[in-house]
């Protein structure tokens, strides 16, 4: 099996969101399922963006100059509106009309976003980073996503070195509140596999 390339590791985070988004709407009626599909995504979204914007922003900005820093300023900027109403929906309460909505903006914004990363940010950069580059990325965002926090901090730096740091003292408290949270048991997740 070929390593797995930056690329891979984005577009895979990227289906899972879009796996749990329809999994929290067609819970609709279970309340309990869908706080536990909100709770899952709401965890993938944060860690992916802090993520990227550690690992995968830089490295465009390194290799593809002027046009980098533009479009991890733009990544960044839309990484900036999906925090805001992730930070709002720890207000609201899944299964609701308004977390529904809120939701819905969350999932219509990354959309189009994703795609951007996938079809323009990432077929410009690999070419830079080279096979063994790219697979080295993969392996940086993956273990970085390990670290970071798992809400959204809308409020915290967006840009190494102080994004690092104030996920690295943000992702303990988060942690500890994902502990009192529900999320999709495992039956739950095989059965979305199984789909």
Known sequence: ?????LTDAIKEDHQEMYEYYDAY????GNVDAQARWAHQLVWEVARHAVGEEIIVYPLMEKHLGSRGLDLANQDRADHQIVKELLYSLSSQNPGTAEY???LKKVMDHLR??????EQEDLPLLE??????????????FSRTKK??????HPSAPNRPPLETIAGFMAAPIDKLKDMFETFPTDEM????KNQ
Do not use: I
């Not at 099996?1 to 390339?5: E, I, K, L, Y």
């Not at 709407?25 to 609709?28: D, S, Y």
């Open 112 to 117: 189009p976003h994703n795609d951007s990363e």
């Open 1 to 5: 099996m070929a390593p797995r390339t």
């Open 147 to 152: 670290f970071v926090p798992t809400r959204a």
């Open 25 to 28: 709407t067609k819970a609709a």
């Open 100 to 102: 529904d909505t809120t």
């Open 127 to 140: 070419p830079h980073l080279g096979p063994d580059g790219s697979t080295s990325a993969a392996q940086s």
């Open 189 to 192: 997740k095989e059965e979305l």
